[in-house]
């Protein structure tokens, strides 16, 4: 992965963008294409106790031709991840509670996805919820029927940690058009996010990758055959955002390849774009936010 990253970063590609509010006024109009479809989404939740600990929770959902699934990883031991197959004929526990000792938390897990909806992706929009103890601490809260959750299932005034998003990655599968929502800060408002590459079955002799934001084009990449890997800096919520993309594999590899997308948010006072070696460097505290698109193109 840090291969193709670092690929990404040639002095001739960087440009960067003015404000958002210099965006094309024109919209990202959605073509006839039906949008790729999510198998795997993955998001990497923040949470920071009272006690002054700091603990990372990925949650994982995935959908394929057996049923969805949903899985929990907490911090880098393997022993922790907690796992979920949630098809109907075989899942029995779509509701429920499991206790995880390690070696320095009691983590206890809530759940119940007895009436979860779903639209086409493997994450539950309604009917739901999931809940994180950590240490008789509320670490985490996911669904919309989480708060009737904590006032049943605890019965007490808990603690409730602060809790930060910092990455989701998706995987996806489909038409060469992909869309989804992101909030690139805590205090920022959720954006509608279109990518898309056309051009070959819409009279252009050559593919254009088009990503758009609220509806509207931030990047147009000509040509994308020779400029299959680059970046841009945007501007969104007032935060540069770098924004990388390599589409190698789906003209250059013989087989079904992905390509991939990614946008980080960066200090303003960083001169020089994310790489993944600087991770371990970075101020712990300091929250920063990426989102990863694989992105699959059926042939």
């Not at 699934?69 to 098809?87: E, Q, R």
């Not at 779509?94 to 909806?117: M, N, P, Q, R």
């Not at 087989?255 to 303003?268: C, D, L, N, Q, Y």
């Amino acid at each position: 992965m840090s291969d193709i990253i670092v690929s990404c970063f040639s002095e001739n590609a960087v440009n960067v963008s003015h404000s958002c509010s210099s965006y094309s006024s024109n919209a990202c109009i959605s073509p006839s294409l039906v949008p790729s479809v999510q198998n795997a989404v993955t998001v990497i939740y923040k949470v920071f106790l009272s006690t002054g600990k700091q603990l990372l929770i990925k949650v994982t959902w995935c959908k394929n031709q057996t049923g969805q699934g949903l899985s929990i990883k907490f911090g880098d031991d393997p022993s922790t991840c907690f796992k979920l197959n949630t098809n109907l004929r075989f899942f029995k526990k779509k509701k429920g509670s499991k206790v995880i000792e390690t070696g320095h938390s009691k983590i206890e897990v809530f759940w119940d996805l007895s009436t979860a909806k779903y639209d086409a992706g493997p994450e539950p929009v309604d009917g739901f919820y999931v809940l994180v103890m950590v240490d008789s601490e509320i670490g985490l809260i996911l669904g919309n029927m989480a708060e009737e959750a904590v006032t049943k299932k605890l019965k007490t005034t808990a603690t409730v940690a602060k809790v930060s998003v910092i990455a989701r990655q998706e995987h996806c599968s489909g038409n060469t058009l992909y869309s989804t929502k992101a909030q690139f800060c805590d205090t920022g408002i959720v954006h509608d996010i279109l990518i898309r590459c056309s051009g070959e079955h819409e009279s252009q002799k050559h593919p254009v990758l088009s990503v758009c934001i609220d509806q509207k084009t931030v990047i147009s990449v000509k040509r994308l055959q020779w400029n299959f890997r680059g970046n841009q800096t945007i501007f969104v919520d007032g935060l540069p955002v770098d924004l990388m993309w390599d589409v190698h594999d789906w003209f250059f590899n013989p087989a079904p390849g992905s390509a991939v997308f990614m946008f980080r948010t960066r200090s303003g006072l960083d001169s020089q774009l994310w790489l993944e070696e600087k991770l371990e460097q970075k101020d712990q505290d300091r929250i920063e936010f990426s989102l990863l698109i694989y992105a699959c193109k059926s042939t």
